[in-house]
């Protein structure tokens, strides 16, 4: 399994725009793997998970031929996640794809927004270029692709009504997704510890850098060690297992080569647009 971090910033990008702080400041100096758009991430070319503005120019610079994405999986609905507007150009007459595959976009049910529902009842009274809209719930069904991936929808614990994180699971490679969110409640570790058996991969949420918050969710350098070392303790993760630092903020004041020092120290990976990592 393989994982492409297209964007790794939280809702302001870094730089941030309109922003004068020291990191924004920075980050227009160093350039390279301290600018950072907003969130998306494709696993194996065939499932993105989210869909912010920034979704073109994603497209564009990764030669990424978004008509062969089959699976969207939206975490939530805050608008650097979800941008539903773009997804109107796949239509009959904006993108020549006769004969395409369908693509399914699959959320909570927060992602029936009138918005995503215009959009996707324009496409599909067009006739051809077929879209589905699926929702999931942790307590239901995990969701199967297409192409044979389980999706475990997970209850984030983060600003809108119904939040997931995401493990992906194909041939015995598990994935673990976990933005924008805190610390899980009990009733999900308990569900994680039913249904998830071992993960290979796990990204979680960094918004808030180096800065000491217990901000409710977002979570920080610091958290994700302890995110980590609860894993290890249910015996989903292991020492083998790959952590990386993603989603930040320009408000978690720390440079790219600030986050490998702090995150190196306990073996994390920290994310930068275009980082692939294959498990
Ligand atoms: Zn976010
Ligand atoms: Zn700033
Ligand atoms: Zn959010």
New binding site residues.
């Given amino acids: 399994m393989r994982i492409k971090y297209l964007g790794t910033a939280?809702?302001e990008g870094i730089p941030a725009l309109f922003c004068k702080c020291p990191t924004c400041m920075e980050a227009r100096k160093r350039l390279g793997r301290d600018l950072r758009s907003r969130t998306q991430a494709m696993i194996d070319d065939t499932i993105l998970i989210d869909w912010p503005a920034d979704s073109y120019y994603h497209m564009m610079i990764n030669n990424i031929h978004p008509e062969q994405i089959k699976t969207l999986l939206f975490t939530?609905i805050?608008e650097?996640?979800f941008y539903p507007l773009d997804l109107g150009n796949r239509k009959k007459g904006f993108a020549h794809i006769d004969g395409c595959d369908p693509l399914t976009i699959v959320g909570s049910m927060d992602i029936l927004t009138e918005q995503l529902n215009n959009v996707v009842s324009s496409m599909q009274s067009e006739g051809t270029y077929h879209v589905e809209v699926k929702t999931v719930e942790q307590d239901g069904e995990p969701y199967v692709t297409v192409d044979g991936y389980t999706v475990w929808p997970i209850k984030a614990v983060?600003?809108?009504e119904h939040?997931l994180c995401y493990v992906i699971e194909k041939d015995g490679k598990a994935l673990m997704y976990a933005h924008?969110t805190s610390e899980f409640l009990p009733e999900t570790w308990e569900y994680i510890k039913k249904n998830i058996k071992h993960l290979d991969f796990v990204s979680l949420d960094c918004t808030e850098g180096r800065v000491p918050m217990s901000y409710k969710?977002h979570m920080n350098f610091e958290r994700d060690f302890v995110f980590g070392e609860k894993l290890k303790e249910l015996g989903i993760a292991t020492d083998e297992t790959i952590f990386c630092c993603n989603h930040f903020s320009h408000n978690g004041k720390v440079t790219y080569d600030e986050g490998v020092k702090i995150a190196g120290e306990r073996n994390y990976l920290v994310s930068y647009d275009g980082m692939e990592v294959e498990f």
């Fill in positions: 939280a809702a939530h805050h650097d996640h983060h600003g809108t939040p924008d969710g």
